[in-house]
């Protein structure tokens, strides 16, 4: 089909503007098109028709707000869902916990947004269970995991011995964390195999503890504050036992 | 990026043991940090399209937070020398059909070959009036919200998103001669559309 090229039909003309023919064709009408001006013309009008479908097209830019929401859940997504894939840390959720985590995500989800901050830290607890995720810090030593926040969290907190720990109780590991927008450490313990999530701020300027509900969806969530510090945490071990590590962690703050 | 760094915190001394989890986060961080990287520069596209499909803010924003959920958690499967804008648009586009409003949607039977569409069309009013009324941005708005969803789906993948045929056969999974064919009729619809509209102006 080289020199016997018709007036362009429609569905050519379309494919020949966004440049989806093959080279020998989309050459052939350029030919054409050198000797036939009423197809020129088609061409050029069907380029300013897509122009302006482009213009018109792209109309729907994301508020502020939301853009900002997309972005941090871009930035922060990685340390919930990309590590699903680490099947060998399967220790981390037993099956109890996933059981509990399905259980309860479908009662939190119809909860309504009474404390944000209560489902921000139970949000996080839970994917610490449901990813089987691997913290960043893998160690029961606080002399690795209190030098591994230098230079990444604006305060400084000390770690009880693992001696002075509640009984059955054992640092797993820590994350850097965010709540409401803050940095915050997520250090992870395990009471008798139940997983505890103790998130810590700055008192001021961190997030306000205050309000926080006793309980949420079946998790338990206890907090303190010390002279600098706010303490959180989320597990679904018996109460007395997560009082029991507050305390201690209350207690290691406090210059002996 | 971050994660990265998760060696250097750690006295020399605990490497040897941490070594492998730590390798397998690096790993998986700068699988997190790639997927952040291709799918930022993505955001307003991905959130536009939406707004197309949904037709409303909070959808969209909800639909776009799906897809990027979801996408990170298939990141696996992605095969770096494919199209990662044809693949999240795909994850997008079976998001919104699996969303209440999508179900609602996708119940419209769409004819590929609608007869009547194919007919009436005739490029043949003057290609000069085809000049003037294109630059009525607000009639050729209007026309586009009248298309008929699939059309207007796969014209503004490729006017929009300047996505090849052979993608936009990927993401609305059809033949690439109903890409084709679709695109073409969308934009003769579109002309026909803006008809009326140079009546009144003239």
Redesign the interface.
Known sequence: MTQAIEHLN??T???FI?G?LPDGEQEAIQQHLTGCP?CA??V???T???A????????????PE??A???A???R??RG??????I??VAWASLAAVMVLAVSLIGWRQLHETNTLAAELLDQHLATLSSAA?P????T?R??VK??????LPFSFNLPDAKALPPDTTLKGAD?TYLKGQPAALLLFTIHKHEVSVFLTQRFGGPSITALPGTRSGFTIHSATTQDLSIVAVSDVNPADLDALVATLVQAQSPS | MFRSEALLGVPIQFRGSIQRETLDNMVSASRSANFEQLALPLLPSLYNHAFWLTRNHAEAEDLVQETFSKALRAFDSFQADTNFKGWIFRILRNTFFTSRSGIAASRTVFLEDHPHALDTTDTSPTPEDNLIRLDNQAALQTALEQLEPPLREALLLCDVEEVKYKDIALILDIPIGTVMSRISRARRALRQLLQPQLGESQ
Request: proline share 8%; no cysteine; hydrophobic share 35%.
């Open positions: 429609p569905d003309l379309s494919a966004d989806e009423a013309l088609s050029l009008s069907a300013k028709l897509k302006a479908t482009a213009r018109a097209g792209r109309r729907f830019a994301p508020p939301t853009l929401r997309l972005t859940q871009l930035h997504e990685p869902n990309a590590r699903i894939h680490s060998r840390r691997t960043q810090v893998i160690s030593d002399h690795t030098p591994w926040f230098q230079g990444r850097l």
